[in-house]
């Protein structure tokens, strides 16, 4: 039923640039807080950005401010993440992630992000 589908991820060299997408449906998607975690080799998964509902707040993890932004388009059911000034340490499997206070928590399957020369 419900489905969170990213895409965007590859290969991208140091510095450039990545837009990644996860489109959403199955649920009500509008009402969902959505958020973009990631998670490297060997490391824990961790919190890169969240939007709320109408895309009136953000969040961003210490390490990617100033150089990712999350967006919405409710009417789309799509969620971005534009990644600029990328970096080796952004290497990384990005997930998609949606979260209402009166529903369980979707995950999408991920997409592999690779920084590297």
């Known amino acids: 039923q419900v489905q969170l589908v990213e895409s965007g991820g590859g290969l991208v060299q140091p510095g450039g640039s990545l837009r990644l997408s996860c489109a959403g449906s199955g649920f009500a998607f509008s009402f969902y807080t959505m958020s973009w975690y990631r998670q490297a080799p060997g490391k824990e998964r961790e919190l890169v950005a969240d939007i709320t509902s109408t895309g009136g707040s953000t969040n961003y993890a210490d390490s990617v401010k100033g150089r990712f932004t999350i967006s919405r388009d409710n009417g789309k059911k799509t969620v971005w993440l534009q990644m600029n000034s990328l970096k080796p340490e952004d290497t990384a499997v990005y997930y998609c992630?949606?979260?209402?206070?009166?529903?369980?928590?979707?995950w999408g399957k991920g997409t592999l992000v690779t920084v590297s020369s």
């Open positions: 992630k949606a979260k209402w206070r009166y529903d369980m928590d979707y």
